[in-house]
Structures are given as structure tokens and as C-alpha cells.
């Protein structure tokens, strides 16, 4: 098969891709600006693939998180055990590392899972990265999910967050109709989100 490549280089600008990839599809995408948190209905696809580009937070030291619903989004509170350890580098080259963050995982936990933590918020920092939700509507098994991603620390750390990874289940076996991503605090400024449903 000949390569190809994207006319529209920017992954929140894809709008088609010129190659065979299956049954993956491009089922919705949200642009943040100002917005308190931006959420998803999930459907039937055996897997979701979430792609978040360049998301900026409002406030200064905040963290990027995610929650599922089981009631149409009337309530965020599926409980979740997940790990995540990060690599981290300063821009000046120092204080490299690799660690398991005891502080960010869930252990049978409702609260919002995060994705990074002490985000800085200078006008050039944010994270991006993906998300992956397997067989969210099943009404039989947990639904499991990793997440890595990059994003500035709030002392101009780049950490690759959850690389940070994390990885957990939803430990329910109600289907999951929602998912909702937010900051901890304050608004999400700018950024996309594109969800894409694969069978």
C-alpha cells in the first residue's frame, strides 16, 4: 500500500483521512473557549478514542480530569481504580525522572480521574493527548480505559503525563451513556476535543 499523507497536518483539523483504518469514525468534537467542561453521549462502539489538543486552563496550578456518567449525565460519579506515574524534564534540562504518583490514582474512588496536575497557565502552555474507552455500553463487564499525554508543569516541567500514563476500569457494569472533561478548577480557555467511535 502507497503512503499518504494528511492535507490538513493538524490532528484537530482532520476531517477525513485518506487511508483504510476500519470502522474508525469521527463521531464528535468540541472546541473549548471559556468553557466550565465539555461533555460527550456515548454510544455503541466497542471502543472511543479521545484526542485533546492543546487544552488551556484558566487558573494556574489546576488539573485536566475526566468522569463517566451512567444516567445520561445527570451525575458524574462512576467509581474507578486506576495507577499513573509520569516522566518529567524542566526545559533547562534538569530534574529528569520517572515516577509512580501514589496521589493520582483512584482506588474504588467516584471522584474525577486526572489526567495531569499543576498545570500551568501561561499563555503557551497546555496538555494534549488521548484517551481510550473500551466497550463503554456493555451491561455485562467494567469498562476499561488508559490515558497519556503530554503538558506543561506549572514550574515549566514537560511531563509526560499518565506519560503522566494511567490506566484503570470503571468499575460498573451499567453502561457508561456519558463522559464529561473539566479542570479542577476554574474554566478550560481554549482547546478540542474529538471523539472518534471505533467497532
Known amino acids: 500500500m502507497p503512503l499518504t499523507k494528511l492535507n490538513n497536518k493538524a490532528v484537530a483539523n482532520v476531517t477525513s483521512i485518506p487511508v483504510a483504518l476500519g470502522d474508525m469514525v469521527l463521531v464528535s468534537s468540541a472546541t473549548a473557549s471559556s468553557s466550565a467542561s465539555i461533555e460527550f453521549s456515548l454510544g455503541n462502539y466497542k471502543e472511543y478514542k479521545f484526542f485533546f489538543v492543546n487544552m488551556h486552563p484558566q487558573n494556574y496550578q489546576v488539573s485536566f480530569q475526566f468522569n463517566f456518567s451512567t444516567d445520561s449525565g445527570s451525575n458524574y460519579n462512576v467509581t474507578k481504580t486506576t495507577s499513573a506515574f509520569r516522566a518529567r524534564h524542566t526545559e533547562a534540562g534538569a530534574s529528569g525522572g520517572i515516577s509512580y504518583e501514589t496521589?493520582?490514582?483512584?482506588?474504588?474512588?467516584?471522584?474525577?480521574?486526572n489526567l495531569t496536575f499543576n498545570m500551568d497557565s501561561e499563555s503557551d502552555s497546555n496538555i494534549s493527548g488521548q484517551l481510550q474507552l473500551f466497550n463503554p455500553s456493555s451491561d455485562t463487564f467494567v469498562k476499561h480505559f488508559m490515558a497519556t499525554n503530554n503538558s506543561t508543569y506549572d514550574d515549566a516541567y514537560s511531563q509526560f503525563t499518565l506519560n503522566?500514563?494511567?490506566?484503570?476500569?470503571?468499575?460498573t457494569t451499567s453502561a457508561l451513556t456519558n463522559i464529561k472533561f473539566q479542570m479542577s478548577s476554574g474554566n478550560i480557555d481554549a482547546g478540542k476535543i474529538l471523539m472518534f467511535g471505533i467497532n
Open 164 to 171: 503522566f500514563f494511567h490506566a484503570g476500569y470503571a468499575n
Open 103 to 113: 496521589g493520582e490514582d483512584l482506588a474504588q474512588s467516584t471522584s474525577f480521574q
